[in-house]
């Protein structure tokens, strides 16, 4: 993949879904699309710092990777970076994940409530 971020217009469209997913593959990332997803307008680099634990060297390497995938775009208004998503479905994106994820959970609870249920086992 260019440098850019921009796929090639030859890459198969599996290669490029699977560079998004790995641009998306990272806590502070995530936490970060979480965050400008739940305040639905512009939001400065000094909040996103105050909320997500880490370092501004940091903040900016992970901003730096999700503008460059065309996640979120950023916008320089005086001293301040703002930042928010490029596109409403990554939103839409993130409740799915926390869905599936959710539903998973549920599925190996179940799976260990059964075991649970299951009668005790002696030693001979």
Known sequence: MPLTGQPSPDQPLYEIKANLFKALAHPARIRVLEVLSAAGAP???SELLSIIDIGPT???Q???VLKRHHVVRGERTGNA???ELEHP???ELLVIA???LADTLQAQREQLDAISSLPPVTRP
Do not use: E
Request: charged share 10%; proline share 6%.
């Open 43 to 45: 939001t400065p680099v």
């Open 58 to 60: 940091t903040m900016s």
């Open 62 to 64: 992970h901003l730096a």
């Open 81 to 83: 970076v703002f930042y």
């Open 89 to 91: 479905k990554v939103s």
């Open 98 to 100: 926390r869905t599936f």
